[in-house]
T-cell receptor
Framework: EADIYQTPRYLVIGTGKKITLECSQT?????MYWYQQDPGMELHLIHYSYGVNSTEKGDLSSESTVSRIRTEHFPLTLESARPSHTSQYLCASSEFDRNTEAFFGQGTRLTVV | GQQVMQIPQYQHVQEGEDFTTYCNSS?????IQWYKQRPGGHPVFLIQ?????EVKKQKRLTFQFGEAKKNSSLHITATQTTDVGTYFCADTGTASKLTFGTGTRLQVTL
């Protein structure tokens, strides 16, 4: 059973609002990831982290930002939400060794109106 | 940048038929992982392949890594309705980024 949690599960918010999507894991994993996925489509990596105070941008350009102040916590922030940000956001974590699987949270489905 | 493409994008089979999805990369893959995402769910790890030419089996699922480490495949024998979902390959990458392929959506009907 994976111990990685995302909140909220669903969020409907107005244009221009600032939002933070939370992701926490209790497995002590060093690596964490954020993916954006539209329904039935591919997963796009938008941010990843190797550990505390390490953050990198992924392959898909995103207006969001992330922070990694604690190992277990990897929040994603949108300063000003727009309808184009409507999507599902999936958080994942894995051990630092690349030969290990990634565990995913349940996802946050964001709708910006 | 690296592109990891999967074909087909979508396949609809009758229960009992076989199914194969192919994963092709524009660059040499580091290690390849396979994930399954059920409708409305999140990706769940199936297996990892590390060596060139490696073949692994899990019950009705057979995974293969190409000799040149630029492609991989997943074959399901005698599909069941429980196999419905989207299958993704993912490259662990030299920078450990975990880049996912475009996915193949499988629909199985009775």
């Amino acid at each position: 059973e994976a111990d990685i949690y995302q909140t909220p599960r669903y969020l409907v918010i107005g244009t221009g609002k600032k939002i933070t999507l939370e992701c926490s894991q209790t497995m002590g994993h060093d690596k964490m990831y954020w993916y954006q996925q539209d329904p039935g489509m591919e997963l796009h990596l938008i941010h990843y982290s190797y550990g505390v105070n390490s953050t990198e941008k992924g392959d898909l350009s995103s207006e969001s930002t992330v922070s990694r102040i604690r190992t277990e916590h990897f929040p994603l922030t949108l300063e000003s939400a727009r309808p184009s940000h409507t999507s599902q956001y999936l958080c994942a974590s894995s051990e630092f060794d690349r030969n290990t699987e990634a565990f995913f949270g349940q996802g946050t489905r964001l709708t910006v109106v | 940048g690296q592109q990891v493409m999967q074909i087909p994008q979508y396949q609809h089979v009758q229960e009992g038929e076989d199914f194969t999805t192919y994963c092709n990369s524009s660059t040499t893959l580091s290690n390849i992982q396979w994930y399954k995402q059920r409708p409305g769910g999140h990706p769940v790890f199936l297996i990892q392949l590390v060596k060139s030419g490696e073949v692994k089996k899990q019950k009705r699922l057979t995974f293969q890594f190409g000799e040149a480490k630029k492609n991989s495949s997943l074959h399901i024998t005698a599909t069941q309705t429980t196999d419905v979902g989207t299958y993704f390959c993912a490259d662990t990458g030299t920078a450990s980024k975990l880049t996912f392929g475009t996915g193949t959506r499988l629909q199985v009907t009775l």
